[in-house]
Nanobody, 123 residues
Framework: QVQLVESGGGLVQPGGSLRLSCAAS????????MGWYRQVPGKQRELVAA???????NYGDSVKGRFTISRDNATNTVTLQMNSLKPADTAVYLC?????????????????WGQGAQVTVSS
């Protein structure tokens, strides 16, 4: 049905920038909240940023002021612009979205996840 495909990621030096993108495709009724988490082996998964359909953004404390999340509802795409990157930002970044479908009077919500994108910040 609906899936998320991530693009971007890679190796960057400290202080550099990267941009991640994630697009939903398939039989989409409505994509509500979208966002990014990051995962480091042996550590808790961390919320990086989230954004509502109308563009209200929420950021994790560790990335505030450095990362910017945005979305394009016409293409169901969410983007994460990462600036002033630090080694501590190294992780697998996972895109997530909530797909909502109305069937008769029933509202059904599905949590979607992308395949993950590796971001490595190193000299």
């Amino acid at each position: 049905q609906v899936q998320l495909v991530e693009s971007g990621g890679g190796l960057v030096q400290p202080g550099g920038s990267l941009r991640l993108s994630c697009a939903a495709s398939g039989s989409i009724f409505s994509i509500n909240d979208m966002g990014w988490y990051r995962q480091v082996p042996g550590k808790q998964r961390e919320l990086v940023a989230a954004i509502t359909r109308t563009g209200s953004a929420n950021y994790g404390d560790s990335v505030k002021g450095r990362f910017t999340i945005s979305r394009d509802n016409a293409t169901n795409t969410v983007t994460l612009q990462m600036n002033s990157l630090k080694p501590a930002d190294t992780a697998v970044y996972l895109c997530t979205a909530v797909h909502v479908q109305v069937v008769a009077a029933s509202i059904r919500r599905y949590e979607l996840w992308g395949q993950g994108a590796q971001v490595t910040v190193s000299s």
